[in-house]
């Protein structure tokens, strides 16, 4: 978990759905967004050490008590990312790998010429917007750089965008509810932070709806697999019961965004089970 593996591993599962979306097989693009995911978060955790003490106590004194050992790990991934990804996608594909990093940067760095907030992960509204942003470019268009560059793949690679856009910003904010103090000493806003759980909890729902909505229509018009929305439905629900569950059970909020990262996995599983089922199918 402290060394963003986890995540990494997640992030291997939703660019496979991605692509499936797309109609494009696996390609290098799961080691493209291993590899710079591991990297950016760790980059994002060492920038961050005084801010996430409050947050994250046991995490942030492990990685101070190892900054040289974060720094190479996160150095070397995204070297290793952005090799892959000139190797496989030219500069088209290692724009885009470095879009997220970029991003990364101004998200976390004091380096915005605006007096009010030099770091877009202190705009309210627009910390969630960057963030998700930037992952839905990285999953959904990295595999059209190093495995199909044809247009007949856009309309779905662009769903897969949209899609991922939303599952990402549902990720942020179920994170935020974790760091309300935190972010509250810290002058962070955030929809928690602003608007409160409860509220929250109710604009998180209305996204969910929006996800099917959108995987629905798309595969109504052909853009992406008919199976799609039946193979992601388990997802959306999983990612609803963690946001019910935020202030309806015993569990920890911690546990909750741990097991919240994981829907990537979950995806994963059901798309495996969807593209193999049609294939099964006589025509």
């Known amino acids: 978990m402290h060394s963003s593996v986890f995540l990494g591993i997640a992030t ?18 799961l080691v493209v967004g291993f590899l710079i995911t591991v990297g950016i978060y760790n980059f994002d955790k060492l920038a961050d050490l005084d ?18 050992v974060y720094t190479a790990l996160s150095a070397l991934a995204i070297v290793g990312a952005l090799g892959v990804a000139i190797y496989r996608g ?36 627009v910390n969630t917007a960057t963030v998700a ?14 495995a199909a560059t044809e247009p007949r793949y856009i309309a779905g690679a662009t769903v897969a965008a949209g899609w991922f856009f939303l599952r990402s910003a549902i990720s942020v904010e179920v994170h935020n509810v974790r760091d309300v103090a935190g972010d ?9 932070t602003v608007v409160g759980v409860r509220r929250t909890q109710l ?4 996204m969910e709806l929006l996800s099917l909505g959108l995987l629905a229509g798309s595969a109504w018009l052909g853009y992406v697999p008919r199976w799609a929305p039946i ?19 015993d569990r920890s909020v911690e546990r909750l965004c741990t097991l919240r990262d994981g ?10 089970a969807a593209v193999h089922g049609a294939s099964l199918v006589p025509v």
């Not at 291997?12 to 693009?29: C, D, K, Q, R, T």
């Not at 801010?51 to 040289?68: C, L, S, V, W």
């Open 133 to 146: 942003l930037a992952w839905a470019v990285l999953v959904a268009f990295v595999p059209l750089a190093v």
């Open 90 to 125: 030219g500069l088209y594909g290692l724009g885009l790998t470095l879009f997220p990093g970029v991003v990364a940067v101004f998200y976390s760095l004091p380096l915005l010429p605006i007096p009010s907030a030099d770091r877009l992960k202190d705009i309210f509204l």
């Open 231 to 249: 193979a992601l439905l388990p997802a959306i629900g999983y990612s609803a019961w963690i946001t019910y569950a935020l202030t309806n059970t």
């Open 184 to 192: 509250k000493e810290n002058g962070v806003a955030t929809l928690p």
């Open 12 to 29: 291997i599962g939703e660019i496979y759905v991605a692509s499936s979306l797309a109609g494009i097989g696996p390609n290098a693009a």
């Open 263 to 272: 829907e990537g996995v979950l995806m994963f599983l059901g798309v495996v």
């Open 203 to 206: 604009l998180l729902y209305a």
């Open 51 to 68: 801010a996430d003490e409050t947050n994250y106590a046991g995490r942030t004194a492990f990685i101070a008590a190892h900054p040289k």
